[in-house]
């Protein structure tokens, strides 16, 4: 079994070919998660000479969906792709503006006729990513198969014939459903990420077959918060078991939460670390990409 560092040797790829860097940053929560992914996102897009870059910010306009200004924002800051999940359409006009933008992405187990993609190819560096939205079921609304549909988004497109590279966003409630989602494509993924229950997982690693994995990315938001908003209506609810106000996304500085990834000429992970940065939690970052430059 492979370890989450330093996975396999330079000969076991091509060489004298670099690796393709790949950056994933979690749920993008409200203003300060998007003050957040503005404040790192260009600097570190440049330090680290990043390939390709994946937000999911189904969270970005006041917790609730993202509009077409904050997606064009995301992409202008250097986002290449932006996932998203059950919250996807929560702001209207999502309904309209995903048909025209083909890097915003949607549960591809949607219904068929559902506005907008769940799965599409982007080219970086010379090279194929395909990139695959999914939702699971499970204590989520009952959308169709998210097993099923990865099967057939993977067999009309497999790593290494159809597409270089390969990324599953999972944006599910339970860690059982996300493990099993993730052995399920070992070997034929690049990476599963988990995302959804905003709270980062300390289990990245490269799972038997080669795809890399983590439960939760964690949310890019204020982590003084409930799950990246303001403390008292949650509280109020669960101690009152009655609606009051509207959620509103807390303010206070937030942490962008992300996971970075190596990827062989295989297709396969290389290596993979978690990135936190700013806010309440523990700093971390990809040692393997480089020491931090100030700010």
Known sequence: MRSSSDMRSPSESHAGERPLRLLFIGDVVGRAGRTALFAHLPELRKNWALDFVIVNGENAAGGFGVTEAICDEFLQAGADCVTSGNHVFDQREALVFIERQPRLLRPVNYPPGTPGRGANLYAARGKQILVINVQGRV??????????????????????????????????????????????????????????????????????????????????????????????????????????????????????????????????????????LGGRLAQTWPEFWGKLSAG
């Open 139 to 276: 204590f989520m609304e009952a959308l169709d198969d998210p097993f099923a549909a990865i099967e057939r988004e993977i067999g009309a497109c497999p790593l290494g014939s159809g597409c270089d590279a390969l990324v599953v966003d999972m944006h599910a409630e339970t860690s059982s459903e996300k493990m099993a989602m993730g052995h399920f494509v070992d070997g034929r993924a690049s990476l599963v990420v988990g995302t959804h229950t905003h709270a980062p997982t300390a289990d990245h690693q490269i799972l038997v077959h080669g795809t890399g994995y983590i439960t939760d990315v964690g949310m890019t938001g204020d982590y003084d918060s409930v799950i990246g908003m303001e403390k008292e209506e949650p509280l109020r609810r669960f101690i009152r078991k009655t609606p009051g106000s509207r959620f509103e996304p807390a303010q206070g500085e937030a942490t962008l939460c992300g996971v970075a990834v190596e990827i062989g000429a295989d297709g396969l992970a290389t290596k993979i670390a978690p990135l936190r």
